[in-house]
């Protein structure tokens, strides 16, 4: 004891070690605040880049496949895709026609479809005129998808997938179609800037060129 009968030096005031605790939860709330706020920024970061890698590369008067592979360039590895095609409706032939299918990390054929059948997702998409998400393959199955043959072969098959209508109108000029193996892949904010590289397309594309090989 002191001379005057104070407290020693080794006798904390009362409350300091809550006072401690608290602080210390205070300074974890800010850092994981501080980490979700770089998260979004990267994000943001991230979008804005496919849309201006988009607007760079996308050109009036190419081809569907010509934009489709543009537009692949852009955003396939940025959004994590499994599969990524475009594809392209003539209502008067009644012909759905895949003029780029990029799955299993090349591009390959797919065989044109009836639109009149209504046999997939992507007829799903045209005749209805809006986009279409499908979060996980079992949802998918239960709307209709259908395997490609690669998928039947290994297996691999896409848990996500969101589909865009092209070209304005009561009929579609064809759809794009963004693919993951992760289980709800995408949320609102990817499918509106999804949403925008589709519409930037749709600028590019004119019915003259929709057909055009």
């Known amino acids: 004891m002191g001379l005057f009968g104070g407290k020693t030096r080794d006798q904390a005031p009362p409350g300091r070690e809550e006072r401690l605790h608290q602080l210390e939860g205070e300074t974890r709330a800010l850092r994981f605040r501080?980490?979700?706020?770089?998260?979004?920024?990267?994000?943001?970061?991230?979008?804005?880049?496919?849309?201006?890698?988009?607007?760079?590369?996308?050109?009036?008067?190419?081809?569907?496949?010509?934009?489709?592979?543009?537009?692949?360039?852009?955003?396939?590895?940025?959004?994590?895709l499994?599969?990524?095609?475009?594809?392209?409706?003539?209502?008067?032939?009644?012909?759905?026609?895949?003029?780029?299918?990029h799955e299993g990390g090349r591009v390959r054929q797919h065989p044109a479809r009836r639109l009149s059948e209504?046999?997939?997702?992507?007829?799903?998409?045209?005749?209805?005129?809006?986009?279409?998400y499908i979060r996980t393959m079992e949802e998918g199955h239960a709307a209709g998808s259908l395997l490609t043959a690669a998928e039947q072969a290994t297996g691999l098959i896409p848990h996500s997938w969101y589909g865009v209508p092209l070209g304005r109108g009561a009929?579609?000029?064809?759809?794009?179609?963004f693919q993951s193996f992760q289980t709800?892949?995408?949320?609102?904010?990817?499918?509106?800037?999804?949403?925008?590289?589709?519409?930037?397309?749709s600028t590019c594309l004119c019915p003259e060129t929709a057909q055009r090989p």
């Not at 209504?118 to 279409?132: F, K, T, Y």
């Not at 009929?171 to 179609?177: A, E, N, Q, T």
């Open 34 to 80: 501080l980490e979700e706020t770089q998260e979004l920024v990267r994000h943001l970061d991230q979008d804005r880049d496919l849309l201006l890698g988009a607007v760079e590369r996308l050109r009036p008067g190419f081809s569907a496949r010509e934009l489709g592979e543009a537009l692949m360039e852009v955003c396939f590895k940025p959004l994590g």
């Open 82 to 101: 499994a599969c990524f095609y475009v594809a392209m409706a003539d209502w008067e032939g009644d012909q759905l026609e895949f003029v780029l299918y």
């Open 118 to 132: 209504r046999a997939g997702l992507s007829e799903r998409v045209l005749s209805g005129n809006r986009a279409i």
């Open 171 to 177: 009929r579609p000029l064809g759809l794009v179609s």
């Open 184 to 201: 709800d892949a995408f949320s609102e904010s990817r499918r509106r800037v999804m949403d925008a590289l589709a519409a930037l397309m």
